[in-house]
């Protein structure tokens, strides 16, 4: 499960259009499965399924007539897996499609795009139109169990900025900013490398000069720091001050995106 982080603007949803030969690089190049989509668009997307951040279906088909609809273009349909996940989501293979609401059309777009069971799922905001209990539903079940279904085919690619949604699934991830890279890494490789520091002191200390850390904030006693691969050295400067407690923890990769820009500067 690749994470695709950043702001809105930064770029997401634009860099998959390229993926999808929705819309054509300025510059650069582009490569799925190692083909050239401009080159090979049937070959790319028999391959891949896509759920953009807006969806929309043919409002006087039902749910049962989409579905049959998009399995028409497909030469694999899983129907347990279609007949279950209707069943996760509530949907009523009878509704038109016109009256869905958005958090329903979300829904419905997904089923389509999962039951073909495809080797790259494209997610754009996956969760945006749905309720917090549905997305709950929606991330650990069914995109785990999507993912779990034959883990050394199957790559879910997942566009969004509620990354503490998906922190568990996450297995690599790159943030972008304007439209460039910030920071790709393994997850696990960056929760080991970014690291949190608190610190209390019994009075308030002075202005600490820490040199190395990504921030440093302090509100009376406490300091806290954020830390870049560098933290052991950083622990032995506070534990020199003697605290009367310090305390080290993983960022998680929220925090590192929080963060994103003050990485990319160092990384410069």
Known sequence: CYGFFGRNGAGKTTTI????????????HVRVFGLDPRQQEVAVKSRLAYVPDTVAFYPWMSVRD????????????????????LRRFGLNADQ????????????LALV????????????????????????????????????????ERRTIFVST?????????????TIIEQGRELLTMAADDARNRFRKIRARFTQPPAPLELPGAL????????????????????????????????????LTLEEIFV???????SKS
């Open 215 to 250: 921030s440093v904030r302090q509100t009376g006693r406490a300091v806290e720091v954020l830390t870049n691969g560098n933290s052991d050295v950083l622990i032995a400067t506070l534990q020199a001050l003697k605290p009367e407690e310090l305390q080290t923890e993983s």
């Open 112 to 151: 389509g795009a999962i039951c073909p069971e495809p080797e790259l799922l494209v997610l754009d905001e996956p969760t945006s139109g749905l309720d917090p209990i549905v997305r709950r539903e929606f991330i650990e079940t069914v995109i785990g169990a999507y993912q779990s279904g034959d883990p």
């Open 17 to 28: 259009k390229c993926l999808l030969n929705l819309l054509r690089p300025t510059s650069g």
């Open 161 to 173: 900025h509620l990354i503490a949604e998906f922190e568990g699934l996450i297995d690599e991830f």
């Open 66 to 85: 989409t579905l049959d609809y998009l399995r028409s273009f497909r030469t694999h349909w899983n129907r347990d897996l279609e007949a279950d996940l």
């Open 259 to 265: 963060a994103s820009k003050t990485l990319g500067q």
């Open 96 to 107: 038109k499609a016109g009256t869905l609401s958005k958090g329903q059309r979300t829904q």
